[in-house]
Every structure is written in structure tokens, then in C-alpha cells.
């Protein structure tokens, strides 16, 4: 088949955060790839904010560009819950000294486009993104892969990369190619509908009063919620969620809805009275002054199947968040390290080099990418949700929890439900800089090297934080759960 482009070790199919990290990190590997973009640029100018938590950071700092995130970003300062309707202030927590002592970094959130600005600064060879090519078909064979464009270009490679998010036409095809050639092998549960009980509006808006740089505001009620963030030049993102009726919590992949032009003006003028910052200032203020807003629905799954032949998912096409905790990205870029290692583990160390990648060892790698994630983030995809139920008070057990429990939990406790997001993430092998900033919460590459001393450590850690959280729990039973985790740094897209 006459391709015009040379075969290719690595098509990836997408420029959002998932394709420029893979991009970089098989750039880092000596791997050929090409990245094809169906719109007219990775780096769009629209979008709002993206909070980045250690787990995706030390990637990035792996990839060379955390100092360039950090100096575009803001620092989460102060996380705090306030009563919407009342204006009572909840909880007010300042942890960044106890988030850079347990995991080396901390939290911080910045424009989506400079993250990808910053991805994309750092790519070498630019022609290798190639944007305008909007993928419709590929085909996966024993000896190569095919990816089809609109306009008639054909790319060969020795695999494809669907990091084309939750509207996947990589999924599609891969589920068509597996159909076709051997009937089964994507489970019916992937394809069947998956749960969407939320929608947001997101949007960018002026100063407000009482609100400082690094200041994360949850304002929580029921069936409705905001976020907010604020920005070192005190412009503010914010975002409002709503809960959806239970005749709408349930979404086909091959049609996930958006929000109607109705939903977000009935949305925009019921929000207003809801109360955003201490100084008892409403969300209407917000409203007045917001520019590139955005809406979406916001479905959550994780698929048990990733691969077929040579096509792969990754990113949001094969698991997908509520974002409110602000973990969607940080973990397409774990995704994206997982695949890496595997590459390397099963092709071998001069896998940028080897001409042809044998089918059957793709097939192990690729086993091997979805066996290490999929139980990862089944839970963090359930803890997210569980955040959202807690924050737009989805029942009075929630609402209890984050009234009446959350202020009362010690420092440490509290910031417990975001340390275990954390604290498993898969970061880049080390054909990669170990990221330097020192940190008592081992990550579980150094848990596997230093099994002595983490286990000691970690069990001193641990036996302490579980101490408390018994302790301030234990009159409730399954409270844990619902113990605060919001992000409010996250709105992206
Ligand atoms: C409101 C909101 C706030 C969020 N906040 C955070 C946060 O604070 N922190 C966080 O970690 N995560 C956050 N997330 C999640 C995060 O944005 C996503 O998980 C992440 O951006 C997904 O990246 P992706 O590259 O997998 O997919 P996408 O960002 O969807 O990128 C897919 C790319 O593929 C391209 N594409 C699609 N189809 C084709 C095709 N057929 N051919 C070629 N190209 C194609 C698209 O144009 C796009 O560029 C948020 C999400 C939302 C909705």
C-alpha cells in the first residue's frame, strides 16, 4: 500500500495532553512517530484552567518540562468549602508544605494551552505533528498498521496510538477491526451504555472580591456545584456542575451527549445567587464578566479492553474522569508511561531501533499496559465520583460528611483521600531522570527498591493517618468515601 510518509514505528492519533506526552516521550526514546491532529493546531486558544497533582507532574518533570510548568502556573494556596446557599464557610486547609513533604511537589493549576504550548515547545522535530488530518478508518494487520485520513492520506506504522479522547474514532475502529477478525474479544460491558450523572459550564472571568492568587473555592449545595481558581494575575476559573435526572445518567460511547443551549441559559441564570467567596460575593458576578466558556457532560468509565492487533487507547478514549478532582490528565500522562515502559521492557532497550515489532510481543505489552492500569483507575474513577456526590450533596450522608466530619479531620487526614490518588502513580522508567524532590510517601518504583525501608516508613505513615481516620469515622460507617477531594483547579477542554 502506497503511504507517501516512510512506515513509521508510532502513529499517534490526537494532540491533546495524551499525544504531546507520548510525542515526548518517544522522542526521549529514539522512537519514530508522527502525531496526526485533526484540527489546525495542538496548541488551541481556547479552554480554561488544568490542575496538575504530583503523579503528573513528576512525569513532566521527567520529560524536562516541569521548571517550565511550574513558572507558568499557580500554586494551590488554600483549598476551601463553603455553603453555597448560606455563605457559611466550612473548611478553610493550607497543605502545601504537608503535599511537598509527602509526595515532592505540589499541587498547581495552569492554562490548558500553556501546558500544551510547553508540550509542544519542546518537540524537536516539528513536522512530526502534522495537523489538518482527521483520522476516519484504520486497519490493524500482522504485519503493519494503516491509518486513513479525509482527505485520502494513508500512514503506515507498527502501531496506533488513539489518544483522540472520549469521542474515539481509534475505539471505534478497533472495536471494528477486533469484530471483524476476531469476534469477542471486546467485552459487552465496554460497549454498553456508562453512567453520566453530571454536566458542567466552565468559563474564565474577572477579579472577585476576597479571592487571592492560589485560592481553590468549592461552594457545594444540592444537585449543584462550583469551583473556583484563581490565577496570579487574580482572574479567576470557574466552573458549575449539576446532577442530572435519573432518566438522563446514562450515555451510549458512540453518542455522548453535550449540553443544550437550553441547559446552560437555564444553568446560567439559576446559578447567580449561589454564594462564591468569603466577602459573601454571588456567582452572578462571575457570569457578568465570563469569556471562553465552555459546556460539557461529563460521563466516567474505565475500559477493560484497550487493544486489539496493533491499535491501542490511551487518555480519556479509554478511561475517563469527573473532573472535579482534577485527575483526568495526570493520569493519561501515567497511561502514557505505562506504554512506554512495556515498550521497553518487551521490544527491548533498542526498541527505537528495531525494524519490526512482532505482533504477539505487542500483544503481551499491551496486556501488560492495561493489567497495570485498569484496577488504578477503577478506583481513582470511583473516588472522583464519590467527590462529586459529596460536593453537590447528593443525599444527607454527603452533605454530613463535608458540613459536619470534614472540618474536624486533622490536616493530615484530610488530605489523605488526595494522597492515595497519588502515591500509586506509574511514572516513566529509568531510561528517564528519577525525579529529584525529596518525599516520604514512596512512589511504587522506589517501594519495590527500597522494600525495607518503605515498609517501615510508609507503615509509620499509614498506621497514624488510619489512626485518625478511624477515629473521626467510626461513628459512621462508610464514611471514608466522602471525605473532601476536590480539585477546583480543574477546568480544561
Ligand atoms: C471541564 C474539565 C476540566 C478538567 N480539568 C482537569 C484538571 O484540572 N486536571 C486534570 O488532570 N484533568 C482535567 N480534566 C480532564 C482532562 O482535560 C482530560 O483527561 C485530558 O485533557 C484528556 O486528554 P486526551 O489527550 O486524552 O484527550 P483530548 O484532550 O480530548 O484530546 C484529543 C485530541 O484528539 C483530537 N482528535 C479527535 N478525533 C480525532 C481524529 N479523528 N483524528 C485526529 N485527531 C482527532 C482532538 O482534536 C484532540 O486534540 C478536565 C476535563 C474537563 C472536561
Same mark, same amino acid.
Given at each position: 500500500?502506497?503511504t507517501?510518509?516512510?512506515?513509521?514505528?508510532?502513529?499517534?492519533?490526537?494532540?491533546?495532553?495524551?499525544?504531546? @506526552?507520548?510525542?515526548?516521550t518517544?522522542?526521549?526514546?529514539?522512537?519514530?512517530?508522527?502525531?496526526?491532529?485533526g484540527?489546525?493546531?495542538?496548541?488551541?486558544?481556547?479552554?480554561?484552567?488544568?490542575?496538575?497533582?504530583?503523579?503528573g507532574l513528576?512525569?513532566?518533570?521527567?520529560?524536562?518540562?516541569?521548571?517550565?510548568?511550574?513558572?507558568?502556573?499557580?500554586?494551590t494556596?488554600?483549598?476551601?468549602y463553603?455553603?453555597? @446557599?448560606?455563605?457559611?464557610?466550612?473548611?478553610?486547609?493550607?497543605?502545601?508544605?504537608?503535599?511537598?513533604?509527602?509526595?515532592g511537589y505540589?499541587?498547581?493549576f495552569?492554562?490548558?494551552?500553556?501546558?500544551?504550548?510547553?508540550?509542544y515547545d519542546?518537540?524537536?522535530?516539528?513536522e512530526?505533528?502534522m %495537523?489538518?488530518?482527521?483520522?476516519?478508518?484504520?486497519?490493524?494487520?500482522?504485519?503493519?498498521?494503516?491509518?486513513?485520513?479525509?482527505?485520502?492520506t494513508?500512514?503506515?506504522?507498527?502501531i496506533?496510538?488513539?489518544?483522540?479522547?472520549?469521542?474515539?474514532?481509534?475505539?471505534?475502529?478497533?472495536?471494528?477491526?477486533?469484530?471483524?477478525?476476531?469476534?469477542?474479544?471486546?467485552?459487552?460491558?465496554d460497549?454498553e451504555?456508562?453512567?453520566?450523572?453530571?454536566?458542567?459550564?466552565f468559563?474564565?472571568?474577572?477579579?472577585?472580591?476576597?479571592?487571592?492568587?492560589?485560592?481553590l473555592? %468549592?461552594?457545594?449545595?444540592?444537585?449543584k456545584?462550583?469551583?473556583l481558581?484563581?490565577?496570579?494575575?487574580?482572574?479567576?476559573f470557574?466552573?458549575?456542575?449539576?446532577?442530572?435526572?435519573?432518566?438522563?445518567?446514562?450515555?451510549?460511547?458512540d453518542?455522548?451527549?453535550r449540553?443544550?443551549?437550553?441547559?446552560?441559559?437555564?444553568?446560567?441564570?439559576?446559578?447567580?445567587?449561589?454564594?462564591?467567596?468569603?466577602a459573601?460575593?454571588?456567582?452572578?458576578?462571575?457570569?457578568?464578566s465570563?469569556?471562553?466558556?465552555?459546556? @460539557?457532560?461529563?460521563?466516567?468509565?474505565?475500559?477493560?479492553?484497550?487493544?486489539?492487533?496493533?491499535?491501542?487507547?490511551?487518555?480519556?478514549?479509554?478511561?475517563l474522569?469527573?473532573p472535579?478532582?482534577?485527575?483526568?490528565?495526570?493520569? %493519561?500522562?501515567?497511561?502514557?508511561?505505562?506504554?512506554?515502559n512495556?515498550?521497553?521492557?518487551h521490544?527491548g532497550?533498542?526498541?527505537?531501533?528495531?525494524?519490526?515489532?512482532p505482533?504477539?510481543?505487542?500483544?503481551?505489552?499491551?496486556a501488560?499496559?492495561?493489567?497495570l492500569?485498569?484496577?488504578?483507575?477503577e478506583f481513582?474513577v470511583?473516588? %472522583?465520583?464519590?467527590?462529586?456526590?459529596?460536593?453537590?450533596?447528593?443525599?444527607?450522608?454527603?452533605q454530613?460528611m463535608?458540613k459536619?466530619?470534614?472540618?474536624?479531620?486533622?490536616?493530615?487526614?484530610?488530605?489523605?483521600?488526595?494522597?492515595?490518588?497519588?502515591v500509586?502513580?506509574?511514572a516513566?522508567?529509568?531510561?528517564?531522570?528519577?525525579?529529584?524532590?525529596?518525599?516520604?510517601?514512596?512512589?511504587?518504583?522506589?517501594?519495590?527498591?527500597q522494600?525495607?525501608?518503605?515498609?517501615?516508613?510508609?507503615a509509620?505513615?499509614?498506621?497514624a493517618?488510619?489512626?485518625?481516620?478511624?477515629?473521626?469515622?467510626?461513628?459512621?460507617?462508610?464514611?471514608?468515601?466522602?471525605?473532601?477531594?476536590?480539585?477546583?483547579?480543574?477546568?480544561g477542554?
Open positions: 500500500m502506497a507517501g510518509h516512510g512506515k513509521k514505528q508510532v502513529i499517534i492519533v490526537g494532540g491533546g495532553v495524551t499525544g504531546l @506526552t507520548l510525542a515526548l518517544l522522542q526521549h526514546l529514539g522512537i519514530d512517530w508522527v502525531l496526526l491532529e484540527y489546525g493546531s495542538v496548541v488551541p486558544a481556547v479552554g480554561s484552567g488544568i490542575g496538575l497533582y504530583a503523579n513528576r512525569i513532566l518533570d521527567q520529560l524536562g518540562i516541569y521548571h517550565k510548568v511550574a513558572a507558568s502556573g499557580q500554586t494556596e488554600s483549598m476551601n463553603f455553603d453555597g @446557599t448560606s455563605g457559611e464557610l466550612i473548611t478553610r486547609r493550607i497543605f502545601k508544605s504537608l503535599m511537598i513533604k509527602r509526595h505540589i499541587n498547581m495552569l492554562l490548558r494551552s500553556a501546558l500544551l504550548g510547553i508540550m519542546a518537540i524537536v522535530d516539528k512530526r505533528i %495537523c489538518n488530518q482527521k483520522v476516519k478508518r484504520v486497519e490493524t494487520t500482522e504485519a503493519s498498521a494503516f491509518v486513513y485520513i479525509e482527505d485520502g494513508i500512514f503506515e506504522g507498527q496506533v496510538v488513539g489518544a483522540d479522547g472520549s469521542r474515539s474514532t481509534a475505539r471505534r475502529e478497533m472495536w471494528r477491526n477486533a469484530d471483524e477478525q476476531k469476534p469477542g474479544w471486546i467485552p459487552e460491558k460497549r451504555n456508562k453512567p453520566c450523572e453530571h454536566m458542567c459550564l468559563a474564565s472571568a474577572g477579579p472577585l472580591k476576597g479571592v487571592s492568587p492560589g485560592d473555592i %468549592c461552594s457545594a449545595m444540592p444537585g456545584a462550583t469551583g481558581m484563581c490565577n496570579p494575575d487574580n482572574s479567576i470557574w466552573f458549575w456542575f449539576w446532577t442530572l435526572p435519573p432518566s438522563m445518567r446514562s450515555v451510549s460511547l453518542q455522548i451527549p449540553p443544550s443551549e437550553e441547559d446552560i441559559q437555564r444553568e446560567l441564570s439559576s446559578c447567580g445567587d449561589t454564594i462564591v467567596s468569603p459573601g460575593i454571588h456567582m452572578s458576578e462571575l457570569v457578568k465570563m469569556e471562553n466558556q465552555g459546556a @460539557t457532560a461529563l460521563p466516567n468509565y474505565v475500559l477493560k479492553r484497550w487493544h486489539y492487533g496493533r491499535i491501542i487507547i490511551l487518555g480519556d478514549a479509554a478511561h474522569f469527573n472535579l478532582v482534577g485527575q483526568g490528565a495526570n493520569s %493519561c500522562m501515567e497511561s502514557v508511561s505505562a506504554l512506554a512495556a515498550l521497553h521492557e521490544l532497550p533498542d526498541v527505537g531501533k528495531t525494524a519490526s515489532w505482533l504477539k510481543t505487542l500483544n503481551t505489552a499491551f501488560a499496559v492495561e493489567e492500569r485498569v484496577p488504578r483507575l481513582m470511583s473516588r %472522583c465520583q464519590d467527590a462529586m456526590h459529596m460536593v453537590a450533596w447528593e443525599g444527607w450522608f454527603p454530613f463535608l459536619r466530619v470534614a472540618p474536624l479531620l486533622p490536616l493530615p487526614t484530610f488530605l489523605n483521600s488526595y494522597s492515595e490518588l497519588i500509586d502513580g506509574v516513566l522508567n529509568d531510561r528517564f531522570p528519577r525525579a529529584a524532590a525529596p518525599h516520604e510517601w514512596l512512589y511504587p518504583e522506589e517501594r519495590s527498591e522494600m525495607g525501608y518503605s515498609v517501615g516508613t510508609k509509620g505513615i499509614f498506621g493517618a488510619l489512626a485518625a481516620t478511624v477515629f473521626a469515622l467510626s461513628f459512621v460507617g462508610n464514611g471514608w468515601k466522602y471525605l473532601p477531594i476536590t480539585n477546583l483547579s480543574a477546568q477542554i
